[in-house]
C-alpha cells in the first residue's frame, strides 16, 4: 500500500517554527489537491491546511497567518512551514490528497512545549 511520508518531527518552544514535508509517489499525489490534517490526543483529526494542484490554499481558522501550505510538483512533495507555535499546536501531523486517496502514514509528532 503506497503511503505519503510525512516528515520534520520536532519539539520546539512557544513562538518557534518547524516546516514539515511530505512525499508520496504517483501522479494521484502530484495532481490532486493535498491536505496536512492533525490528530491531537483525544480529539479527531482536523484538516488544517489545503493546497490545489494550482497552487490555491485554504487553511483552519487555528492556524491562519501562522501556518503556511506550499508545494513542489517536480518533487511529488507538499510542505507546512509552521511558525508562531502554540501548545495548542501539539499534534501528530499527516497528509494525503482529496479524499484520502492514500493509505494514511503514520504521521510525524509535533510537540509544542516549553
Known amino acids: 500500500q503506497v503511503q505519503p511520508v510525512e516528515s520534520g518531527v520536532g519539539l520546539v518552544q512557544p513562538g518557534g517554527s518547524l516546516r514539515l514535508s511530505c512525499a508520496a509517489s504517483g501522479s494521484i499525489f502530484r495532481l490532486n489537491a493535498v491536505g496536512w490534517y492533525r490528530q491531537a490526543p483525544g480529539k479527531q483529526r482536523e484538516l488544517v491546511a489545503r493546497?490545489?494542484?494550482?497552487?490555491?490554499?485554504n487553511y483552519a481558522d487555528s492556524v491562519k497567518g501562522r501556518f503556511t501550505i506550499s508545494r513542489d510538483n517536480t518533487k511529488n512533495t507538499v510542505y507546512l512551514q509552521m511558525n508562531s507555535l502554540k501548545p495548542e499546536d501539539t499534534a501528530i501531523y499527516y497528509c494525503?490528497?482529496?479524499?484520502?486517496?492514500?493509505?494514511w502514514g503514520q504521521g510525524t509528532q509535533v510537540t509544542v512545549s516549553s
Open positions: 493546497i490545489t494542484y494550482g497552487g490555491s490554499t
Open positions: 494525503n490528497t482529496d479524499g484520502a486517496a492514500y493509505t
